[in-house]
């Protein structure tokens, strides 16, 4: 059976208001992302037939009926799977399947998030226990959510390997340069080392500048088959591989501290898309937290276990460098909005189209995003290109 990544494209990519968006709810969000998006596809809404959604808080428990009800959509395929920020990579292999199978045309993919308003980091503004039923067991112990997860594994990682917090602290600092560059960016003033090293301890080893922002917004995808792409007025952005694997929910049943799996969707992507991580122009990572960079970067196969933080330096991963990577500023510099793995592919896709103006990386013809859910729990891995595979 030929792969059904070969028979869809992506055609359009958006984001909603990001920030502080005080004057629209979170349903909005999606709409406003989900129209500009149809706005950069040159489609209508009549011409959608697939919606795929995810919201954040418990005002969207069914975001796919509510996003097709405002729209006046009736769709033949549908699909709210959540395993945390890679759900989005997840949603795009979904919707590939969906419209490789006939069971859609062309399909939306949307996310919202009033996280910032809300002024929690809690998703939703709800406490972990009513999203996680088996944080109970880890709560009593003291272990603050998200972060605490994130900084047991920079607690591991550096143990093992000798990594150090100014190793971390230069991920973040290069992020900030890129959003100096990204005129919708939340922090646009480029930060140092030592600036984040001053910044105040969160969970130790992990400052408050080693953590992604907390803010508003949303954003939206399409896709649609092939033929039906290259009728349309962008060029179409193919899918080459994808993956998505999940090992565990909470924290305290993760395998390996240092290995998430990354390992799994890495491998398995890189294989359907017939390359190596070698081939790859733009890489698009999740950054909820400084390492998960370097776990994912590893794991993902770009440099062996354990030497993610020499692989990663300062001056490679920033603008000019050799290894251009969250080129937008990333979850700790542009936006993060509860989950991120949407803007990874939104910037993927326009780096492949070459519309990133001077953050734009020269001849970018294979783009990776891998997104990460939960506490290192899921992954999901994409593999997009300018040209059909």
Request: glycine share 10%; hydrophobic share 40%.
């Amino acid at each position: 059976m030929e792969d059904f990544r070969r028979k869809v494209a992506i055609v359009g990519v958006a984001e909603s208001d990001l920030g502080e968006v005080h004057d629209k709810t979170e349903l909005q969000l999606h709409i406003q992302a989900a129209v500009r998006a149809m706005e950069d596809a040159g489609i209508s809404k009549d011409e959608i037939d697939g919606v795929i959604s995810l919201g954040n808080s418990r005002l969207m428990r069914t975001p796919s009926m509510q996003i097709a009800e405002y729209l006046q959509i009736t769709p033949t395929f549908t699909d709210t799977t959540s395993i945390g920020g890679s759900s989005f990579e997840a949603h795009v292999e979904h919707a590939a399947a969906a419209i490789a199978a006939g069971l859609c045309e062309t399909c939306l993919i949307t996310y919202g998030s009033k996280q910032r308003t809300n002024r929690s980091r809690s998703l939703g503004g709800h406490p972990a226990e009513d999203w996680f039923p088996g944080s109970q067991f880890e709560a009593p112990f003291g272990l603050p959510m998200m972060v605490g997860a994130y900084a047991l594994a920079a607690t591991r990682h550096m143990h093992l390997y000798g990594t150090t917090p100014e190793q971390l602290a230069g991920i973040a600092a290069a992020s900030s340069r890129w959003a100096a560059m990204n005129p919708v960016a939340f922090r646009r003033e480029p930060i140092t080392v030592q600036d984040v090293l001053a910044s105040p301890m969160i969970c130790s080893p992990l400052h408050k500048l080693d953590c992604c922002l907390v803010t508003d917004g949303g954003g939206a995808v399409i896709l649609t088959t092939v033929e039906k792409a290259k009728t349309l007025k962008k060029a179409p952005i193919y899918l080459w591989g994808s993956a998505t694997a999940h090992t565990h929910q909470h924290i305290s049943q993760m395998p390996e501290l240092t290995v998430t799996p990354a390992k799994i969707t890495g491998e398995r992507a890189f294989k359907s898309a017939g390359i190596t991580p070698k081939d790859i122009d733009v890489v698009q990572v999740y950054d909820s937290f400084t390492i998960t960079v370097i776990e994912t970067i590893e794991d993902l196969g770009f440099c062996p276990k354990g030497e993610g933080g020499s692989f990663l330096s300062e001056d490679r991963i920033s603008p000019g460098g050799d290894f251009p990577m969250n080129t937008q500023g990333g979850g700790l510099s542009y936006c993060h909005p509860g989950m991120f793995g949407i803007f990874l592919i939104i910037e993927a896709v326009r780096q492949l189209r070459g519309e990133c103006g001077p953050r734009q990386v020269k001849d970018a013809n294979l783009a990776l995003c891998h997104g990460t859910g939960i506490a290192l729990s899921s992954g999901g891995t994409l593999i997009l290109g300018r040209e059909p595979r």
